[in-house]
């Protein structure tokens, strides 16, 4: 092997003066030899005033006697996208991440991992047979007070904590929490810098795309993407017209109960102060930490609040990234490459100086792969970096949690990601809500028309139980066993010039069919991209929270009944009434099928009211349904501009006598167990929570004297051990060798000291279990 030996210089006083750590010489200048034919080229910018240049295999330089550190920087220059090899003393070598600097000389990049070096350790960096050219300029080991190389940063650790990074551990541990189940109702800012074109959603790809309305816009308007790109988009991004502490006061008049920002779209710009994504809203455009600020003024106005997360790599890396390296292919730019295939050396004298495109853009790449592109990895800590800083309440993936499904080509979904990053979450926000599981997570593709679990059917039942699974537009067909949500908008998600609206009566259909079926609805209110809204949307959004304050018991901590509705009606529980919300009723008398006598879950009716309303109402309940006669013409909801909303959307509350408490309602626990509803087999609101694991527990707090366990009883069920405060009372047989008897009141506790009181009920096996409800005295 050929080797010649040098010896590198340090860093120049600029250099050095840039470090808040200063290292020392003896680190800065160890000896070195080329290797396999490298060779020195002259650069008198470089720190010696030349490069050690690695232009094929077998090439390297070997630095000697390094200081020990935790880090490694290497500041190479290259035309090149790729790879190199970094071994320390006989260690295996490791890749490193490197991308374009835009010259072979005068022009660097650092490279910076993580990495323990021992004292007076050997640092060989060499190419093989897959990695590519590059001329290294020097080295640097230590603690370095340097910016991350985002390209180039360790896997992510899972905080500690009781939830590990496994489908079926999570599915057992979480449960959604109390306050998610009682909001159904939240508000979206869907708002970057893709809504200052007011083009419509996904403008930071269609400017790219030759022919598209969206590039023709931008020729038109801002000129050819070779010249002006999205980079410049961000940098003109102006926010006048945001008014977050009005935009708040709207969201919750109009009803909703939590609020999402938006972290990051695909577009990979970051609205927040980020630590790995230099390219944020607060170096770039608004100089404004939105996402701090929304976070600030949601806690202030008492909403929850969250943080959607749209970079995801197959969205990013796969879908937005590989569009923009190209040019036109027609016209006086054609061969005149897009913005995105600059390097940082063009940035000398503009606006963008010391700021690479890579960061934004990506290395030029292909859409394959995506989950193992250096960009996935990336984009965890970004995540990770924002709930540290922000302690969101939820977070959204416009994602899918598996990976089955292809989209525009890019194989879709987190995949192995999608465990890391909830456990990490979890376990963290247990840390800031000191022990209370207070955290939601949103992710796509959870069976249904779009499942990424095509591959894996098993793993379903545990995801589905792992988080809050959600579908952008497509509401559920039927009650879901948990909780999901549904995003819509009321216009196009990114702001168009020209967007139609819709309009209260439609948002409130909407809502009911999500809450119906046990679900939320999340709704995005389009902003202008000066940050306002059209003042058709505040009128629409007032008159939607003008219904919610009249007719929110049917809405707020609401459970599904055992059908979700019929024509025109959706049907939903609180606190031991039935609520039918009809969607377009004309005000004469209706019959509700589903309310008809001896049904399974409703009980003798004993009382039918319209919410806000004091005309009185006749009804007949047999087994046709209820049919419910108005004793006089109903009166339009005051405060409400939409006359149709006002008149043709209202609410029976329908008082009976079997308002027991149901397996899944607010206060149920039941760690591990199964949910199942729409079963038809004749149980307490058609839903069962059931368990095959022995030392399963369900518990429920309630207020009473007396509480009786209702449970079925079936051939092959095991036993159930049931507790009062802590104490057992009584061991059950839920087995029969007859036919199954639902709704069996297995086990009756009487003499309580009237008040509050905690029951506990033990799977004791051997066969399953379930339970169906509670009758509390």
């Not at 046709?624 to 509350?653: D, K």
């Amino acid at each position: 092997m050929n080797r010649r030996k040098f010896l590198t210089s340090g860093l120049s006083a600029i250099a050095l003066s840039r470090m808040a750590k200063a290292i020392g010489p003896q680190t800065l200048e160890p000896a070195a030899e080329l290797i396999g034919g490298a060779t020195k080229i002259a650069d008198h910018e470089a720190s010696a005033g030349y490069l050690v240049s690695l232009t094929g295999p077998g090439q390297g330089v070997a630095f000697f006697g390094a200081r020990a550190g935790s880090k490694l920087a290497i500041r190479y220059a290259s035309m090149s996208v790729g790879t190199i090899s970094v071994a320390v003393n006989d260690a295996p070598a490791v890749k490193v991440n490197v991308h374009s600097s835009g010259a072979l000389t005068r022009s660097y990049i650092d490279a910076i991992m993580d990495q323990p070096i021992p004292a007076n350790a050997t640092v060989t960096i060499s190419l093989a047979s897959n990695d590519v050219g590059v001329n290294i300029d020097r080295i640097i080991v230590g603690e370095l007070d340097l910016s991350p190389d985002i390209w180039n940063l360790p896997p992510l650790p899972v905080a500690a904590g009781p939830y590990s990074a496994e489908w079926k551990a999570l599915g057992r541990a979480y449960t959604a929490p109390e306050w998610w189940r009682e909001a159904k109702f939240g508000a979206w800012s869907h708002w970057d810098p893709q809504s200052k074109p007011e083009q419509g959603d996904w403008y930071a790809r269609g400017m790219y795309m030759e022919g598209s309305p969206q590039y023709e816009f931008h020729l038109k308007h801002f000129g050819n993407p070779s010249e002006y790109g999205y980079k410049d988009i961000c940098h003109n991004w102006v926010i006048d017209r945001w008014n977050p502490e009005g935009l708040m006061d709207l969201y919750v008049e109009m009803g909703a109960r939590y609020f999402m920002a938006m972290g990051c779209h695909h577009d990979n710009f970051d609205c927040f102060d980020s630590k790995f994504q230099p390219w944020n809203s607060v170096h770039v455009g608004p100089k404004t930490d939105i996402v701090g600020t929304w976070e600030k003024v949601a806690r202030k106005h008492g909403m929850r609040f969250g943080i959607g997360f749209h970079d995801t790599p197959a969205r990013t890396w796969g879908q937005f990234m590989p569009v923009r390296y190209t040019s036109d292919k027609t016209g006086p730019m054609n061969g005149v490459p897009y913005d995105a295939l600059q390097t940082v050396r063009d940035g000398k004298g503009k606006w963008w100086e010391g700021m690479d495109p890579v960061d934004l853009y990506g290395p030029v790449h292909n859409s394959q792969a995506p989950l193992n592109s250096p960009y996935a990895n990336q984009f965890m800590w970004r995540v990770d970096d924002a709930i540290t800083k922000y302690h969101p309440d939820v977070i959204y993936f416009d994602e899918h949690a598996g990976d089955s499904q292809v989209d525009l080509g890019v194989h879709m979904g987190l995949g192995f990601l999608a465990p890391r990053l909830i456990a990490n979450y979890y376990n963290k926000s247990l840390q800031w809500n000191h022990g209370r599981m207070e955290a939601v997570v949103n992710l796509k593709g959870v069976g249904g028309h779009y499942n990424s679990f095509q591959n894996t059917p098993e793993l379903l039942p545990d995801v589905d139980r792992s988080l809050v699974k959600s579908t952008e537009a497509i509401i559920e067909p039927e009650i879901m066993a948990y909780p999901f949500q549904t995003e819509t908008s009321i216009s196009d998600w990114h702001y168009k010039t020209g967007q139609k609206y819709l309009d209260a009566q439609k948002i409130i259909n909407l809502l009911m069919q999500n809450v119906c079926r046990n679900g939320t609805m999340l709704l995005n209110l389009t902003q202008h991209g000066r940050g306002d809204l059209d003042p058709e949307v505040v009128r629409t959004a007032k008159d939607v929270g003008a219904w919610l304050k009249l007719n929110g018991e049917a809405v707020y901590g609401s459970r599904p009944f055992e059908v979700y509705g019929e024509s025109s009606v959706c049907y939903t529980r609180n606190k031991g009434n039935v609520y039918a919300t009809l969607l377009d009723w004309s005000g004469g008398p209706v019959t509700l099928k589903a309310l008809r006598a001896g049904g399974a879950t409703l009980g003798r009716i004993s009382k039918v009211e319209l919410l806000d309303s004091n005309i009185p109402l006749a009804f007949v309940q047999d087994d046709i349904g209820l049919t419910v006669t108005p004793g006089a013409n109903p009166q339009p909801l005051p405060g409400i501009t939409s006359e149709s909303l006002a008149t043709s959307c209202r609410v029976f509350r329908i008082s009976h006598d079997k308002g027991w408490i149901n397996d899944d309602d607010l206060r149920v626990v039941a760690h591990g167990w199964l949910r199942r509803c729409n079963l038809g087999t004749g149980d307490y609101n058609n839903d069962l929570t059931t368990s095959d694991t022995p030392g399963d527990v369900w518990s429920c707090s309630f207020t009473g004297s007396s509480v009786s366990v209702i449970a079925p009883k079936e051939a092959g069920a095991g036993e159930i051990e049931i507790q009062i405060d802590g104490h057992t009372r009584a061991t059950v047989n839920l087995s029969t060798a007859s036919a199954r008897q639902a709704q069996q009141r297995v086990c009756e506790v009487t003499g309580l000291i009237p008040g509050k009181h905690s029951i506990t009920i033990i799977n004791r096996g051997p066969g399953r279990v379930a339970v169906d409800a509670l009758v509390v005295q």
